[in-house]
């Protein structure tokens, strides 16, 4: 099957069933996202297999619907499609979504690895900043281009395609304390 088929039956597939495609695509890089921080870039012995897991059920059951949600509700909004209207996008974006996205992130990341409240505290006072200011040294200029040029359906498998060294980082950073 060469790659036009492929994106052909992706279209399909995200067209008949987006919540579904969404989440297993999602989902997928997330955890892959997971595989190479452990695999490349961690010195531990033992590969661990429930935070690869834990990366693929808050991909595709948290992130996709609501990335899939952000992307959506941006879309709708009454701007023009002249810089100014992307920017407005872009700064939204960054002010709104990261903060918000990344509190969601480490907050469920602990959950799902059986964390308490005083964990999660511990997680966003010690990784939400810097990982916030990480983001906003490279997202706004990822997403200038998505919404630019990227029709909306496929804005989150954009994001989520480029976000794979981003998983990856996130990931990294989340297995700190």
């Known amino acids: 099957m060469n790659r036009f088929n492929i994106f052909k039956r992706y279209n399909y597939w995200l067209t008949k069933y987006p919540y579904r495609t969404n989440a297993i695509t999602t989902g997928t890089l997330f955890g892959t996202g997971d595989i190479i921080a452990q695999k490349l870039f961690t010195k531990e012995d033992e590969y661990d297999y429930k935070r690869t897991i834990r990366a693929t ?38 002010i709104v979504f990261a903060p918000f996205g990344l509190v969601l992130y480490y907050t469920s990341m602990t959950i799902l690895s059986g964390g308490y409240i005083k964990d999660i505290r511990h997680k966003l006072s010690n990784q939400w900043w810097p990982t916030l200011y990480a983001n906003w040294l490279i997202w706004p200029w990822i997403q200038i281009i998505n919404f630019s040029i990227v029709p909306v359906q496929y804005r ?9 060294l981003w998983n990856t980082f996130l990931s990294l950073r989340n297995a700190q304390d």
């Open 57 to 94: 059920i808050y991909g595709s059951v948290i992130f996709s619907i609501v990335g899939d949600k952000w992307y959506k509700l941006l879309n709708n909004l009454k701007l023009s499609k002249s810089m100014r209207g992307i920017m407005v996008r872009v700064g939204m974006d960054q």
């Open 156 to 164: 989150l498998l954009c994001v989520n395609s480029i976000a794979l």
